[in-house]
């Protein structure tokens, strides 16, 4: 694999306190650590709780393959001396020019502004040229669907997800973002 084919591909995108990065390697380590705490898996669809013995290297894997249809970006903070993995956002592509967007923060860097900062500089970035981003939060996680609304989308219903974590279908809202 080489990371210069994969960087070309997906963007480094830089924000006031941090960059998003394509992930690496080196950043399974801190992303098997801050999603061994239960409250950050039980807000996601996908990460099991207990995280199993090398889950967080096939996600790094999966980000790094050239057929991925999910680009995962690092909230990288080192450049301003903040955790060099602070937590990840996604975009996956779906249908006709439309993405998916997901994040999360470790727990540590909650309300601190991190998520919408780097959703807010995903979204004007657009490295999919989407022509619509869907974004869902847990009805328990009002702090994502806060990041959601202070990021421009648009309450589109309710629906429900199934959560890994949870072993259970959790309800959601659903949001919409048009771009420009």
Request: proline share 6%.
């Amino acid at each position: 694999m080489k990371p210069d084919v994969i960087t070309l591909n997906q963007p480094v995108i830089e924000t006031e306190r941090f960059v998003l990065r394509p992930l690496r390697p080196s950043d399974a380590g801190m992303i098997a650590h801050y999603t061994s705490d239960r409250r950050v898996a039980e807000g996601t669809r996908a990460i099991p709780h207990p995280l199993p013995p090398g889950a967080a290297e096939g996600f790094v894997a999966r980000s790094l393959a050239a057929d991925r249809s999910e680009d995962v970006w690092a909230i990288d903070g080192s450049a301003h001396r903040l955790a060099e993995l602070l937590g990840v956002v996604s975009l996956t592509r779906m249908e006709g020019d439309q993405s998916e967007l997901g994040f999360w923060i470790g727990a540590g860097f909650w309300n601190t502004g991190f998520a919408t900062e780097a959703v807010e500089a995903l979204v004007a970035a657009n490295p999919h040229g989407s022509r619509t981003l869907f974004a869902e939060a847990f009805q328990d996680n009002p702090g994502s669907a806060r990041v959601l609304t202070n990021c421009g989308f648009v309450y589109l219903g309710d629906a429900e997800s199934w959560s890994v974590a949870r072993g259970a279908r959790v309800a959601t809202w659903t949001y919409l973002r048009k771009m420009d």
